[in-house]
């Protein structure tokens, strides 16, 4: 449970650490003066996840190469990071409906760190190993630390166990040149800065990196085809609002009949994508799994490979 040399990195060198100027009288501000520089703050955050666009576009990249073998996303962090990480992966089995399988997250500290302050155990580098252990990690799984500071223990742990296995590893982080880009295979950089309330990375540095994981998961699953246009083609469809959103979606990725896509999509068992490919190709519903079945659940190529061709 020794933290490694390489993670002892001194915090007060560490720009997101620092403290900014202009909130050093926060404490004597109105509460308008307090939302007004959280705001003036907030709005340097997408500059600095603009700077990081190739690395994130590398990340969906190498993210759906993976998935597109059978492999995981997996997400590793403490306490904010952790939880961001979290929240990231629950929310991709509802947009997606891919397996809870397919994304994933370790948490320093476990389930109940979610919702409870663990601090301590972001320094436990042996639970780390142990949790990436469990996870058996592959060369066709990713990897991903996520830590402000870039010199969390128990993320760094895990990513290089990870890395030693062959998996594919990815630091997302605030401060350059950090103990945590050092260990994976590249990083992913946001420089935000001084936080309003010194230190408290659950602000600019949270907010770059929800932008971050937005971008990777839903790029990776654009890319794998489970987008079509700009629809949710794979939502889930497990309660009234969400079968008449499907019902929706089908309409628009068709250009056909509300009454016409509510009844392919009972047809086919309330399986969005199978319904779009069922109406847009005009094929029957199992010519439709079929198709999907051969293009991994891509959609459009699904749609394309379904569609009968027109003899002149």
Same mark, same amino acid.
């Given at each position: 449970?020794?933290?490694?040399?390489?993670?002892?990195?001194?915090?007060?060198?560490? =720009?997101?650490?620092?403290?900014?100027?202009?909130?050093?009288?926060?404490?004597?501000?109105?509460?308008?003066?307090?939302?007004?520089?959280?705001?003036?703050?907030?709005?340097?955050?997408?500059?600095?996840?603009? $700077?990081?666009?190739?690395?994130?576009?590398?990340?969906?990249?190498?993210?759906?190469?993976?998935?597109?073998?059978?492999?995981?996303?997996?997400?590793?962090?403490?306490?904010?990071?952790?939880?961001?990480?979290?929240?990231?992966?629950?929310? /991709?089995?509802?947009?997606?409906?891919?397996?809870?399988?397919?994304?994933?997250?370790?948490?320093?500290? %476990?389930?109940?760190?979610?919702?409870?302050?663990?601090?301590?155990?972001?320094?436990?580098?042996?639970?780390?190993? *142990?949790?990436?252990?469990? $996870?058996?990690?592959?060369?066709?799984?990713?990897?991903? %630390?996520?830590?402000?500071?870039?010199?969390? =223990?128990?993320? /760094?742990?895990? /990513?290089?166990?990870?890395?030693?296995?062959?998996?594919?590893?990815?630091?997302?982080?605030?401060?350059?040149? !950090?103990?945590?880009?050092?260990?994976?295979?590249?990083?992913?950089?946001?420089?935000? %800065? =001084?936080?309003?309330?010194?230190?408290?990375?659950?602000?600019?540095?949270?907010?770059?990196? *929800?932008?971050?994981?937005?971008? /990777?998961?839903?790029?990776?699953?654009?890319?794998? %085809?489970?987008?079509?246009?700009?629809?949710?083609?794979?939502?889930w469809t497990k309660n009234e609002k969400l079968v008449q959103r499907a019902t929706r979606i089908v309409e628009q990725a068709t250009g056909t009949d509300h009454d016409t896509a509510a009844?392919?999509?009972?047809? !086919?068992?309330?399986?969005?994508?199978?319904?779009?490919?069922?109406?847009?190709?005009?094929?029957?519903?199992? *010519?439709?799994?079929?198709a999907l079945k051969k293009t991994k659940g891509h959609v459009r190529q699904a749609i394309a490979l379904a569609t009968p061709i027109q003899r002149s």
């Open positions: 449970m020794t933290q490694p040399k390489s993670a002892a990195t001194d915090l007060r060198i560490l =720009p997101t650490e620092q403290i900014l100027a202009s909130a050093s009288n926060l404490d004597q501000m109105s509460s308008l003066e307090i939302a007004r520089l959280i705001n003036r703050e907030d709005a340097t955050v997408p500059a600095a996840v603009r $700077r990081a666009l190739p690395q994130i576009a590398r990340a969906i990249d190498v993210v759906a190469e993976g998935l597109r073998h059978g492999g995981r996303l997996i997400y590793i962090g403490a306490g904010t990071s952790g939880r961001l990480g979290a929240l990231d992966a629950s929310e /991709i089995p509802p947009t997606f409906n891919t397996s809870a399988h397919t994304v994933q997250y370790i948490m320093a500290g %476990g389930p109940r760190a979610l919702g409870a302050s663990t601090e301590a155990s972001e320094d436990n580098t042996s639970l780390a190993v *142990k949790e990436m252990k469990r $996870r058996k990690p592959t060369k066709h799984d990713i990897v991903l %630390g996520i830590a402000t500071s870039g010199r969390t =223990p128990f993320t /760094i742990a895990a /990513i290089e166990y990870a890395r030693r296995r062959g998996a594919h590893t990815i630091a997302l982080t605030c401060n350059r040149n !950090s103990p945590l880009e050092r260990a994976a295979d590249f990083a992913i950089v946001t420089p935000v %800065g =001084p936080e309003v309330v010194a230190g408290s990375s659950r602000m600019k540095a949270g907010t770059a990196h *929800k932008m971050v994981l937005n971008m /990777i998961s839903t790029g990776a699953m654009t890319r794998l %085809g489970y987008v079509y246009g700009n629809l949710m083609v794979n939502v009844r392919a999509l009972k047809n !086919s068992g309330n399986r969005t994508p199978l319904a779009v490919v069922m109406v847009a190709a005009g094929v029957s519903r199992s *010519k439709a799994a079929a």
